[in-house]
Nanobody
């Protein structure tokens, strides 16, 4: 069982930056692929970025490429999402997900609002 707690969301002006954090419980954090998803009002949840269990590979949604960076610190059981050059269309609830095999664990989400 993994429990995830996101933090770092808030209100920011367009062009600004935010750094989201997702802290995980448990001793096997390093074995999980970690991802960030987001869900805007009236839209489906979508993948933003993911990082492999060894941290050796990352992938990003086209909307995030060049602006967002996912990273992890296994010593702190934490995954981060650095978001730069934020746009109003980035407004959403951002969720952290841990995956290993057939098991997914989700956090409760953190709201990001970007004003124009």
């Amino acid at each position: 069982q993994v429990q995830l707690v996101e933090s770092g969301g808030g209100l920011v002006q367009a062009g600004g930056s935010l750094r989201l954090s997702c802290a995980a419980s448990g001793r096997t954090f390093s074995s999980y692929t970690m991802s960030w998803y987001r869900q805007a009002p009236g839209k489906e949840r979508e993948l933003v970025a993911a990082i492999s269990s060894a941290g050796g590979s990352t992938n990003y949604a086209d909307s995030a490429k060049g602006r967002f960076t996912i990273s992890r610190d296994d010593a702190k059981n934490t995954v981060y999402l650095q978001m730069n050059s934020l746009k109003p269309e980035d407004t959403a609830v951002y969720y952290c997900k841990a995956n290993r095999g057939f098991r997914d664990y989700w956090g409760q989400g953190t709201q990001v609002t970007v004003s124009s």
